[in-house]
């Protein structure tokens, strides 16, 4: 039982963390408000509200493309990754395994530094390799950046898995491969699926890398960005709550799997 004086600080330290979360979420809020009703003169039409502006969206095209290109991007750097993730995570912790250090410093550089940086040194290195800005490389910066996630999870999982594991799927005739496909992969799934959601996240709502990389292509935080600098409008607030929702339901979905993966391992 808790006192008199630690229920008011429990009080006190719940009532702080609201004021900071409102504080903080209340731009989000106020951004979905105002996608669904109209502003005349510094007052809310209530009387207006309606979801016209998200059905607007579908209907200029220029989202659309963007939306299409955000998902290409996401699809194909996730799967990039992980699959980068898996095999280097299998090299790392293979005995004969050689610079070891280095390769996860080459891995997780891109991750560590900012993000500008990183998106100018793939610029140059794209440009010396005569690879045009476009989809592709927008793809090969966000599969170097998502990737240090994946590995790390897939990496944290691997090295918690019994040895006796292997060992016993050796003794009883298998190789390598069917090994791997029934007993390590299985193992792993977890972490895979985790780190692939973080990574979509991560690949959805980069902005900076892309900035450097795009080219006359255009993903959907591209997008937002490039009709937010002629001024706010009715759908801008409507694209920036669907943003906003897609990141949120992404990240509960990531805290969500690693909780269950906590628990399994418990």
């Known amino acids: 039982m808790l006192n008199r004086s630690e229920r008011i600080a429990?009080?006190?330290?719940?009532?702080?963390?609201g004021i900071v979360l409102l504080i903080l979420y209340a731009?989000?809020?106020?951004?979905?408000?105002?996608?669904?009703?109209?502003?005349?003169?510094?007052?809310?039409?209530?009387?207006?509200?309606?979801?016209?502006?998200?059905?607007?969206?579908?209907?200029?095209?220029?989202?659309?493309?963007?939306?299409?290109?955000?998902?290409?991007v996401a699809v194909c750097a996730v799967t990039i990754s992980t699959v980068l993730a898996i095999a280097l995570a299998l090299y790392a912790e293979w005995p004969g395994a050689m610079f070891r250090r280095g390769l996860e410093t080459a891995i997780y550089l891109p991750f560590l530094l900012p993000p500008i940086v990183t998106g100018l040194s793939l610029l140059v290195t794209s440009a010396q390799l005569?690879?045009?800005?476009?989809l592709a490389t927008i793809v090969m910066g966000h599969s170097a950046f998502v990737l240090a996630v994946a590995y790390r999870l897939v990496l944290t999982r691997l090295q918690s898995m019994p040895k006796t594991l292997v060992e016993a799927s050796y003794d009883l005739g298998a190789t390598?491969?069917?090994?791997?496909r029934y007993i390590t992969l299985p193992f792993l799934a977890s972490a895979i699926t985790t780190g692939a959601v973080l990574a979509l996240t991560l690949s959805f709502d980069e902005t900076l890398i892309s900035v450097f990389l795009a080219g006359d292509r255009m993903t959907l935080p591209l997008r937002l960005w490039a009709m937010m600098r002629v001024g706010f409008s009715p759908e801008i607030n409507a694209l920036v709550t669907l943003v906003l929702l897609v990141s949120l339901i992404l990240a509960a979905t990531v805290a969500s799997r690693l909780k269950i993966g906590s628990s399994n391992q418990e």
């Open 130 to 134: 005569g690879i045009n800005r476009g």
């Open 176 to 180: 390598r491969l069917q090994t791997f």
């Open 27 to 72: 731009p989000v809020f106020i951004s979905a408000i105002f996608s669904l009703v109209e502003v005349n003169d510094g007052r809310i039409l209530w009387e207006t509200a309606s979801i016209r502006n998200y059905i607007s969206l579908w209907s200029n095209p220029s989202v659309i493309d963007a939306l299409a290109n955000t998902a290409i």
């Open 10 to 17: 429990d009080f006190l330290a719940g009532l702080l963390t």
